[in-house]
């Protein structure tokens, strides 16, 4: 056999090797020997490969990209109900190429379990500050150092506060103060810890102090009869922020989206019109928040009383007719979605001049004809289609029914059905509750608000597009 002396080894396998063998109450030549033998009793070279996690030895499991290769994503999953999204948001971010691990928080524990989180990630998932492998190499500091983002999620009261007050008593805030990487925290808590003095303090630090922030959400909360401001963000919105912060979060960098929005005006004559109460509230958020996500947005839009979103060309029409022309001179776009209350029906003899009253005269008979389907109309289009065509769903009843059959009939690739049913406060509101309905199902999203549902969606259409 040939004589290989410790010395001779690399500084590194040396360190890991006498970390072994403090561990395992061995000399380090001993450790060797033993570790030979296990290596001859088990075929090929598995227990050397297993002298240390992968992650300690700064490489991925084969097969995988590498963090050499990928953005390296340190997760912290603090301790909230919301922890159990945060398994989602490992899945969301792998997918997007991310090469992700994880810190589990005490409290975090009591929410995921240490294997759950280690199996999605497909990596070892850190829970101890000190931790004798990981302590002995500087543990936290190389965690620290070894990723490009570090993502807290959920990010608590308490951790906010640790962080903004600089503790550094566990892993998780050990590793957020030594950082020198960008950080994202997604709060989740109870509304009224939200708007506590204290966490709008710490909010205020930690903007001022670099730390950028994803949600939260308006929405109700897992204890029952609780909602407000507090829930977390989406595990897609969480990625899209990563992206964004990552400057990779142009998402619809170089896609044309079309965007219609608002109700129309159907003349009945040059002063009258027949109307519908919709706000155009929620086209213009997804006009806006598709324009952030870097793409070039074409917002077509009905009488409403709001600005235009900035970065995006609005076209200003009256009627449904008018919408159809302007949507068509629009394309070709990558995405058009059909946000607004396009009126069904326009009056047939719409008067030239004002239609008088008066004695004698008899109340006018409007007749009603039907109006052009924009959106079935660009759907079923043989050229120029759009490669997503989304359409909206306002119902009053059997929502998410009616809503899958307007999916078939429209022709349509997605639909966001809502019930707007006064009750729901939804038309004309600043909150919406989606169903989402697509050819897999459909999807309930928590109630939110509009912005958050445009926030949603645009993540769906850049997941969609770069599928
Ligand atoms: O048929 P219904 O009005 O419920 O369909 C709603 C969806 O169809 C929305 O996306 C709306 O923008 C679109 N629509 C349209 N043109 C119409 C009627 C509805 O684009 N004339």
Not at 9 to 19: A, F, M, Q, T, V
Not at 260 to 287: L, M
Not at 314 to 319: G, I, L, P, R, Y
Not at 364 to 384: C, F, G, M, W, Y
Request: aromatic share 4%; glycine share 8%.
């Amino acid at each position: 056999m040939a004589s290989l002396t410790v010395r001779q080894l690399d500084e590194r396998l040396k360190k890991l090797l006498r970390l072994r063998a403090a561990r395992n109450g061995r000399s380090v030549e001993d450790e060797v020997r033993t570790i030979l033998r296990e290596a001859a009793d088990q075929a090929g070279t598995e227990v050397l490969e297993n002298l240390a996690p992968p992650s300690a030895r700064g490489i991925a499991p084969r097969g995988r990209s590498t963090p050499a290769e990928a953005m390296r994503v340190l997760l912290i999953i603090g301790g909230g109900i919301a922890a159990y999204k945060s398994l989602d948001l490992i899945r969301r971010l792998k997918e997007r190429g991310f090469y992700v691990r994880c810190i589990l928080t005490k409290a975090g524990e009591n929410f995921v379990t240490p294997l759950a989180a280690g199996a999605i990630a497909g990596e070892r998932v850190f829970t101890d500050l000190f931790d004798p492998a990981h302590e002995f190499d500087v543990g936290h500091i190389r965690l620290a150092r070894e990723s490009d983002v570090v993502v807290v999620a959920p990010a608590t009261a308490d951790l906010m506060a640790k962080l903004a007050g600089g503790h550094a008593n566990d892993l998780a805030t050990a590793v957020l103060l030594a950082t020198t990487a960008k950080v994202l925290l997604a709060p989740a808590m109870n509304p009224r810890m939200w708007s506590n003095k204290a966490t709008q303090r710490n909010l205020a630090q930690l903007v001022g102090d670099g730390f950028a922030f994803v949600g939260p959400n308006e929405g109700e909360m897992a204890e029952a009869g609780e909602s407000g401001k507090g829930r977390m963000a989406e595990p897609l919105e969480i990625a899209a922020a990563v992206e964004t912060l990552l400057g990779r979060g142009q998402s619809l960098s170089g896609k044309r989206v079309l965007v219609t929005s608002g109700p129309t005006h159907e003349p009945i004559d040059p002063v009258r019109y027949i109307a519908n109460r919709s706000s155009g509230k929620q086209g213009h958020a997804i006009a806006a928040a598709a324009a952030a996500a870097g793409a070039q947005v074409i917002l077509v839009s009905g009488p409403v009383n709001l600005p235009d979103p900035p970065g995006v060309t609005t076209v200003h029409v009256e009627s449904a007719r008018n919408m159809l022309a302007a949507v068509e001179r629009a394309l070709p776009a990558d995405v058009a979605i059909f946000a607004a209350a396009v009126a069904d029906w326009r009056v047939a003899n719409a008067g030239e001049h004002k239609i008088k009253k008066g004695k004698g005269r008899a109340t006018p008979d409007l007749t009603l004809v039907e109006n052009p389907d924009i959106l079935s109309t660009i759907a079923h289009r043989k050229s120029q289609r759009p490669a997503l065509v989304i359409g909206f769903a306002a119902e009053t009843e059997n929502v998410a029914a009616n809503a899958k059959a307007k999916l078939a009939s429209k022709g349509c690739d997605w639909i966001l059905a809502n019930d707007v049913s006064p009750r729901t406060g939804i038309m004309g509101g600043d909150m919406n509750t989606i169903e989402f309905v697509t050819a897999k199902g459909v999807e309930p999203w928590p109630p939110q608000s509009k912005e958050d549902v445009a926030s949603m969606l645009v993540a769906r259409i850049a997941d969609a597009l770069r599928q």
